[in-house]
């Protein structure tokens, strides 16, 4: 019996020895896999972060370009409402001659209103529907001074207009053209409004000439 306690011996050692392997293999393996399962986690924060990151960059691109966009936009109008409202001023010291002269310049003008549409029609997909509703205001207000800077021309022209009559038309006339600046000023606080940037009160006004009879 004795003989057979080496062996013994050697073959609990033998099994202790496997039995320590495979627990150290197990304990490996759930280490690689905690570790694994860690750096899956990392990663996936990371790239979840890098997606935040570049859709922010994204956006913000986007509503720069919106941005400027509707500045470029209602910039080109008011300048072209700025060089109609300036037309219209000019006829103080237009001497037309006829009624077709007139009306050739009024139609010029007309067409200079007109081309403004296309920039409200950008306006209406880029902005709040504020910015180009104001800009349309701002539209029908110069087709009415267009209108009414006609009028007065030719009521000028008319030798036989009363003094009340020339009077009437050209006090019409002038708040005409006193209203296309109000009109300009509502498109910028719109704007400004739209743009996050802080309103303004007072734009620089229009002092009505004094009219010579006649």
């Known amino acids: 019996m004795t003989s057979w306690l080496p062996l013994l011996s050697s073959l ?3 099994v202790a020895a496997v039995l320590g392997v495979v627990i150290n293999n197990r304990t490996n393996r759930a280490a690689i896999t905690a570790a694994d399962a860690r750096n899956q986690t990392t990663l996936d924060a990371a790239q979840r972060n890098i997606e935040a990151a570049n859709a922010a960059t994204e956006r913000r ?7 400027d966009s509707i500045l470029t936009a209602v910039s080109s ?4 409402a700025a060089d109609v409202r ?3 001023w000019d006829t103080l010291d237009l001497k037309a001659e006829s009624v077709e002269e007139v009306d050739s310049f009024g139609k010029q003008v007309l067409e200079s209103i007109s081309a403004l549409n296309g920039f409200i029609t950008r306006l209406r997909v ?3 529907p504020k910015i180009p509703s ?8 110069l087709t009415a001074a267009q209108s009414i800077t006609v009028q007065r021309l030719k009521v000028e022209l008319d030798e ?3 003094m009340d009559d020339v009077n009437a038309i050209r006090t019409l006339w002038h708040k005409a053209i006193s209203n296309t600046v109000e009109e300009e000023r509502a498109v910028v606080n719109a704007t400004r409004s739209e743009l996050g940037i802080e309103a303004i009160s007072t734009l620089p006004q229009l002092t009505p000439e004094p009219m010579d009879p006649a």
């Open 134 to 141: 104001r800009c349309e205001d701002l539209v029908r207000t």
């Open 86 to 88: 300036q037309d219209l």
């Open 77 to 80: 109008i008011l300048e072209s």
């Open 126 to 128: 880029l902005a709040n």
């Open 160 to 162: 036989e207009a009363t």
């Open 61 to 67: 691109e986007q509503d720069k370009w919106r941005r």
């Open 12 to 14: 609990i050692v033998a």
